[in-house]
């Protein structure tokens, strides 16, 4: 085999039906290019890992687009093209991907003032100790009349027109009164804590 070119490795592998020997022709053609390969690599990645990392996603993708090889250019030259293809793939990625901080800088921030995902967390959390309080110390109408007015961001006295309210004092009685019950539902929840 080492008499044959490039080509006509690759014309034989293109004959051969699946098996050993086709295998064989395209470890062949591979196994002359590695080092070459993994130098260019190296050039472009200046990191003796990446590069063999790099040279290996080169073969890969050689191996699968290897029936579009067409004979007017240098086997070289396409495998070339595939390396510096797959490293300009590979540096958009990186420059996509967020910047990874140094590990001395990651103990001055408090994470938890900055984590969304926590005070989303804490936030979902304080509303169903909210719901679950006015579910357990109020009754029906001040429940609704707190939803309204707090949740919905409706005036009071609106929220007495909706609700029908016939008190002196309307849906402003029924927040007062929810008010005081809630306090005393959370000092005993805190006490309880």
């Known amino acids: ?13 293109r004959l051969a039906p699946a098996s050993t020997a086709s295998r064989r022709l395209v470890e062949e053609l591979f196994r002359r290019h590695q080092g070459r390969v993994v130098a260019w ?30 004979s ?6 396409w495998l070339y093209v595939i390396a510096r293809n797959r490293w300009r793939d590979e540096l958009r990625a990186r420059q996509s991907r967020p910047r990874e901080s140094p ?15 926590l005070s989303a967390l804490t936030a979902r959390d304080a509303r169903t100790l909210v719901q679950r309080l006015m579910t357990d110390v109020l009754d029906e109408t001040e429940r609704r009349v707190m939803t309204l007015h ?44």
């Open 150 to 193: 707090y949740g919905h961001e409706m005036p009071l006295d609106a929220v007495t027109a909706t609700l029908g309210l016939t008190n002196p004092s309307g849906a402003k009685a029924y927040i007062v009164s929810a008010r005081r019950k809630l306090h005393v539902a959370v000092k005993r929840w805190k006490a309880n804590a």
């Open 103 to 117: 590990e001395s800088e990651m103990f001055n921030d408090e994470p938890f003032d900055v984590n969304d995902a």
């Open 1 to 13: 085999m080492e008499a044959l070119s490039d080509e006509e490795l690759i014309a034989r592998y």
């Open 72 to 77: 007017d250019a240098k086997f070289t030259t």
């Open 41 to 70: 690599c190296y050039r472009l990645t200046g990191d003796r890992t990446n590069a063999v990392d790099l040279a290996q996603d080169v073969f890969v993708k050689a191996y699968s687009s290897l029936d579009s090889f067409r």
